[in-house]
C-alpha cells in the first residue's frame, strides 16, 4: 500500500534525524569538555550544539504532532508551523512549547524522575542561558564575525561567543579556588558546564520514553545513552567513546525455546502477505504479539524480534529489522500498528 510505503519512508527520515542530532550533540558536549580553556575559540562546539538541540526539538514537535492528530503535518503545514520560530531556528520557543505540553501529560507529571528533569528544563537558570545562546546563534549570529569583517561600524550585536565563555566562567561561583591552580579551575568549570548541558540533554530526551506513548518510544535510538545515564555519570561522557551497543549482542528468541514461555497466551494476530501489496518479507506469514503492559514484537520463521526500543530491552531482543527474513532496506510498520491494536 502506497501509504504504507510513505510512513515507512518517514520512520526512516526520523531515525536519521534522531540519529543526527545525538552525534552533533555528544560531539558538541566531548568538544566542550576537551578545551584547555574557558576562554577557547568556541565555534565549533556551539555550532554542533546548536545543531543538536535544533534537530531534536523539531522532531520532537513532530512526534507530538502524529501523536495528537494521528499523522504528521503535510510539509506546506510543517514549513508554516515552524516559520513561527525564527524560520525553525528558535530552539528556545519550541522547547517551550515541549514542556507546555508536558503538562498535560500524566506519565510525565506522576513519575519523580522525569517530573524532576522537566523541572530542570523549566527553572534551571544555567541551562536557560544556554538555550538564549544557541537559540541567538541558529536564528542570525552564525556569522558574527563575518558581519564584523564586512560592516563599516562597529557592531553592537549580541555575541554568543562571548555569551557563551561567561557561561562557562559563570560556574566558577561554585568552586573553592583556594587550593587550585587556574588550570585546575578552567577545567572544573567546564565539566560543570558539560554536566549542565548534558542534564538538558537527558530531560528531552524523557519525552521519546513518556511523552508520546508507543509512538515515541520507536525512536529514541541514540539517546537511550542519555535516558539511562545516572547522575554520577554525569560529565564523564562515556557514551562518545567507540563501544559495542549491548543491542547488537541481542539474539531473536526461538519459538521452541524456554525464553519463549512468557509470551504463551499473549495477545497476538497472524498477518498474511496476501493482505499487504508491500510485503518486505521473505516469509508469507508472521505474527505480532502485545505483552502487558507495552511490550510488542512479531514472530518471524519461528523466532522473535521486538517492535520497540522498549520491547528490546526489557526482553534483550533484536529489532525486527535485524532479522534475515526482511528484503533489504525493508520496512513494515504496520506490524507494530498491528500489534497495538491488540492493546485496546
Request: hydrophobic share 35%; with cysteine.
Amino acid at each position: 500500500m502506497i501509504n504504507n510505503a510513505v510512513e515507512a519512508h518517514k520512520i526512516g527520515a526520523i531515525l536519521e534525524e534522531v540519529d543526527a542530532a545525538f552525534d552533533f550533540m555528544s560531539r558538541g558536549l566531548k568538544n566542550l569538555k576537551e578545551q584547555k580553556s574557558s576562554v577557547s575559540n568556541n565555534h565549533v562546539t556551539i555550532q554542533l550544539l546548536s545543531s543538536g538541540f535544533e534537530r531534536l526539538v523539531k522532531i520532537l514537535l513532530l512526534i507530538k504532532d502524529k501523536h495528537n492528530d494521528g499523522e504528521y503535518p503535510e510539509l506546506d503545514v510543517a514549513k508554516k508551523r515552524f516559520s513561527k520560530y525564527k524560520g525553525g531556528h528558535g530552539i528556545k520557543s519550541m522547547l517551550d512549547e515541549l514542556l507546555a505540553y508536558s503538562e498535560s501529560v500524566k506519565l510525565m507529571q506522576d513519575i519523580p524522575i522525569v517530573k524532576e528533569d522537566l523541572d530542570y528544563l523549566k527553572s534551571d537558570s544555567d541551562f536557560t542561558k544556554f538555550i538564549e545562546i544557541v537559540t541567538e546563534f541558529s536564528i542570525s549570529q552564525r556569522y558574527f564575525y563575518i558581519d564584523i569583517i564586512a560592516s563599516e561600524k562597529i557592531s553592537n550585536k549580541y555575541n554568543p561567543f562571548d555569551s557563551f565563555k561567561q557561561f562557562i566562567l559563570n560556574f566558577y561561583r561554585n568552586i573553592d579556588t583556594s587550593t587550585l591552580s587556574y588550570e585546575e579551575e578552567e577545567n572544573i568549570a567546564i565539566i560543570e558546564a558539560t554536566i549542565c548541558i548534558e542534564k538538558g540533554a537527558r530531560a528531552l530526551s524523557r519525552f521519546f520514553t513518556h511523552g508520546f506513548d508507543s509512538l515515541g518510544r520507536q525512536f529514541y535510538n541514540k539517546f537511550s545513552n542519555l535516558i539511562l545515564l545516572k547522575d554520577k555519570d554525569l560529565g564523564t561522557l562515556n557514551y562518545t567513546e567507540n563501544k559495542i551497543n549491548p543491542s547488537d549482542t541481542y539474539k531473536p528468541i526461538t519459538k521452541f525455546s524456554l525464553e519463549y514461555f512468557p509470551f504463551i497466551g499473549a495477545a497476538s494476530k497472524n498477518l498474511s502477505s496476501k493482505d499487504y501489496p508491500d510485503w518486505p518479507f521473505l516469509v508469507n506469514r508472521l505474527k505480532v504479539y502485545y505483552v502487558k503492559p507495552f511490550f510488542y514484537c512479531v514472530l518471524i520463521d519461528e523466532k522473535l524480534f521486538s517492535l520497540t526500543g522498549a520491547t528490546a530491552t526489557k526482553y534483550k531482543l533484536p529489532l525486527y529489522t535485524k532479522s534475515d527474513k526482511l528484503k533489504p532496506k525493508g520496512y513494515a510498520t504496520y506490524l507494530l500498528e498491528e500489534a497495538q491494536k491488540l492493546n485496546r
